[in-house]
């Protein structure tokens, strides 16, 4: 890590901790302020991002990022919660076309939020509410399931892996098969894996985006930016603006310009 830069670390976070518990981890390890780009519930494992010191501006860019997860659900079963936590609420029957209820679930589809989420109903989260045995109707999500395959199959349980777009629950489609998630792992966020994941490293600033493009300033384009004014570019998007392989900023490129939008401190 480069003094107070900051950057990005990738924990594989173990079942059982809250995400916010990892990033205080993180905070004390580093001394620096942290925060996660997308939080995984207690229940479950896998890769979560955590940003560091003058790095946690760039939450923004990895939160949308899609994601890619192994759940085991067993069927015939849902729960009040979507997973193994919640109490039974309902036998159902078990596909007899797995693969054709699969089917109707890839694309982009639109699937209940799950009662037990951070979702706010009225201003609250909803997994508040339902602990208090508040009863609301969850609105729907509309989510893009890219890829969902089946990857083991032990009847009543499936183990599926899936590919789909952020703020999709993967318990809302466990719940859709009529069934609950028995485990969660995210394996990747965007085009980081969880077995890459090492809390010793920290990711500079500049790798903590490779999913944008690069544009290289001069010395006079670093000062433009850091004035908050445009520099000359071609392209669309958002794109990062580098000098001497440091990130200096995130802009948005068009007509002939790329408009600082996050800028780093020097």
Do not use: W
Request: charged content about 25%; proline content about 6%.
């Amino acid at each position: 890590m480069s003094g107070r830069a900051g950057g990005l670390v990738l924990v594989d976070k173990p079942v059982g901790p809250s995400s916010f518990a990892v990033v205080r981890v993180q905070r004390r390890r580093y001394g620096l302020k942290a925060g996660h780009a997308g939080t995984l519930d207690p229940a479950a494992s896998g890769l979560l991002l955590v940003l560091l010191g003058p790095c946690t501006r760039l939450a923004r860019y990895l939160v949308g990022l899609d994601k890619r997860y192994v759940t085991r659900i067993r069927l015939g079963v849902r729960t009040a919660t979507g997973d193994a936590e919640g109490e039974p609420v309902e036998e159902t029957e078990v596909p007899d076309d797995l693969e054709g209820a699969l089917e109707r679930l890839r694309g982009t589809v639109e699937l209940r939020v799950p009662a037990a989420s951070a979702v706010k109903i009225a201003g609250e989260r909803a997994y508040r509410l339902h602990r208090r045995g508040v009863e609301v109707e969850m609105p729907a999500r509309t989510s893009v399931v890219h890829g969902l395959r089946v990857a083991k199959l032990e009847f009543p349980e499936v183990e599926l892996e899936l590919h789909v777009s952020s703020g999709t629950y993967v318990r809302a489609i466990a719940d859709a098969l009529g069934g609950h998630c028995r485990t969660l792992r995210r394996v990747a966020v965007g085009p980081f894996h969880v077995e890459d994941a090492n809390e010793d490293a920290v990711l500079e600033p500049r790798a903590a985006l490779p999913h944008l493009p690069e544009l290289e300033l001069d010395e006079s384009g670093v000062a433009r930016v850091r004035s908050g004014r445009p520099v000359e570019a071609a392209g669309e998007g958002r794109a990062r603006l580098v000098h001497a392989g440091r990130l200096v900023a995130v802009g948005l490129v068009g007509g002939g310009v790329a408009h600082p939008e996050t800028v780093l401190p020097s």
